[in-house]
């Protein structure tokens, strides 16, 4: 098993940078891909991006593909979120999951969740 811890949220000015950051617990985080989610007031919860217990490959939701990079560190059991030049409509509550296998793009393949952090873009 494994639990998530999210942090880095925060407000940001739209044009600034934010990165958001997921701590995980247990000896196995390296088997596990991870991904990261987002859920907007009154919309579902969308796919963001993904990586695999690797780190060679990387997957992106279009519509932050070359502001958002995903990263992780298996030494420090960490996966990271770098948000460049934000928008206000990337405004949301940021998710990391991981699921045990191949990386995926869908929500309901992860089995583990973090509590979540809210984050708001101003213009």
């Known amino acids: 098993q494994v639990q998530l811890v999210e942090s880095g949220g925060g407000l940001v000015q739209a044009g600034g940078s934010l990165r958001l950051s997921c701590a995980a617990s247990?000896?196995?985080?390296?088997?596990?891909?991870m991904g990261w989610f987002r859920q907007a007031p009154g919309k579902e919860r969308e796919f963001v991006a993904a990586?695999?217990?690797?780190?060679?490959?990387?997957y992106y939701a279009d519509s932050v593909k070359g502001r958002f990079t995903i990263s992780r560190d298996n030494a420090k059991s960490t996966v990271y979120l770098q948000m460049n030049s934000p928008k206000p409509e990337d405004t949301a509550v940021y998710y990391c999951?991981?699921?045990?296998?191949?990386?995926?793009?869908?929500?309901?393949?992860?089995?583990?969740w973090g509590q979540g952090t809210q984050v708001t873009v101003s213009s």
């Open positions: 999951a991981a699921t045990f296998g191949v990386v995926t793009l869908g929500a309901d393949e992860y089995g583990y």
């Open positions: 247990g000896r196995l985080f390296s088997r596990y891909a």
């Open positions: 990586i695999s217990w690797s780190g060679g490959s990387s």
